[in-house]
């Protein structure tokens, strides 16, 4: 499923993106007024290889969970139990991706690909809403191994939890969705981020290394050493991308990886949210550098590792309000930017149609 995924994976249609900016230019508006917008809605236009694109909606978000054996080493302040708490939380409609989910009319799916600890009151189905959220139920090992002492997965591991995401992709899309929002869960998950992001990145591990949930300097200095002392363990070769994630990466990463690749190759944008996400995007860019076109920065995490993920795919992101929460957060809150982008060109009259003299 993997290679076939990747052989999928072509770049953004050049017809349909010179389309969009000749249609940008004629519409009753001084040229490049929308900034961002602008690019932003001629590159969903070569995504989807038409112009203009179909609006991004509706929208699913994704939300991949796992634990991480990395926690041993004292990176977070968080018992390893929250993780499990939270996802129970999800289910129940009560953390602040659910909100924000709500209010962009966006689907929520929690899956479970690694999580350690049993989830509180959790059945494979999630609650009795049929329109609320749901929990898949998709664990490959009850979290990761510990890197600094070994590899954090095996191969065969890293492979099975990248086409977890792959098919949730394929399965949201299916069910009819016209963008997909990533969303993460997982006490500890930025220190194997700092990992990814230094490996596939090419920065050291403290400028990939961030304080994650707010931890104080004792700990960010244990994270920075952690992050190090798993590079020089491993030298993982970013070349070899499911080697990377197999090493230093978590289940959540390697998932999020394949969530990226499904929507790539079917051609369907996704909306990533922090420092988790990108991360877990720099792997998927390994896998299929044309993948990137799929890509939307939906903002700038306040771990620094993001903005280093970011520069090196080559992204800008949308919005920056300091967030550090995860979950998808960010993802929701740029996903009316999204929309809009595409909105002017459907909506949005050309000086002829609408009688306009141009300068």
């Known amino acids: 499923m993997l290679e076939s995924t990747v052989a999928a994976i072509r770049p953004l249609d050049e017809a349909a993106m010179a389309a969009a900016r000749e249609l940008q230019g004629r519409l009753t508006k001084p040229a490049g007024s929308l900034g961002a917008l602008e690019p ?26 796992g634990d991480h054996g990395v926690h041993a080493q004292g990176v977070t302040p968080w018992p390893q139990e929250v993780t499990a708490q939270m996802i129970a939380n999800f289910l129940a409609g009560g953390a602040v991706v659910n909100a924000f989910a709500r ?8 899956v479970d690909v690694g999580v350690a600890t049993p989830i509180p009151g959790a059945g494979a189905e999630g609650p009795g809403d049929p329109t609320g959220p749901r929990l898949v139920a998709a664990n490959v090992r009850p979290g990761t191994r510990d890197m600094t002492v070994t590899a954090a997965m095996t191969r065969d591991e890293a492979r099975v939890a990248v086409e977890t995401g792959i098919r949730v992709a394929g399965e949201l899309i299916d069910a009819g969705a016209g ?35 707010g931890v104080d300097d004792e700990t960010y200095a244990r994270k920075v050493a952690v992050v190090s002392a798993a590079l020089a363990r491993h030298e993982p070769d970013p070349a070899d991308p499911l080697g990377v994630l197999a090493t230093v990466g978590g289940l959540e990463h390697a998932a999020l990886t394949g969530l990226i690749l499904g929507a790539a190759a079917r051609r369907v944008p996704v909306l990533l949210d922090g420092v988790i996400a990108v991360s877990a995007a720099l792997a998927a860019a390994a896998f299929a550098p044309d993948s990137v076109g799929a890509m939307v920065a939906g903002h700038r995490s306040a771990e620094p590792g993001a903005t280093a993920a970011l520069r090196h795919l080559g ?8 967030l550090r929460l995860g979950e998808g957060t960010g993802a929701l809150l740029a996903l009316p930017v999204v929309t809009g982008a ?18």
Request: with cysteine; charged share 15%.
């Open 40 to 65: 932003l809605s001629v590159r969903l236009a070569g995504l989807a290889g038409a112009c203009p694109p179909p609006l991004p909606e509706p929208a699913a978000v994704a939300i991949f969970a």
């Open 103 to 110: 209010q962009a009319g966006a689907s929520v799916t929690v």
């Open 179 to 213: 963008i997909l929002l990533t969303g993460d869960m997982g006490i500890g998950n930025t220190t194997p981020s700092a990992t990814l992001v230094a490996a596939f990145g090419g920065v050291d591990a403290e400028a990939a290394t961030g304080r994650g949930t």
């Open 315 to 322: 992204l800008e992101p949308l919005i920056d309000l300091g």
């Open 342 to 359: 595409v909105r002017v060109l459907h909506e949005v009259a050309t000086f002829d149609s609408a009688g306009v003299a141009e300068k």
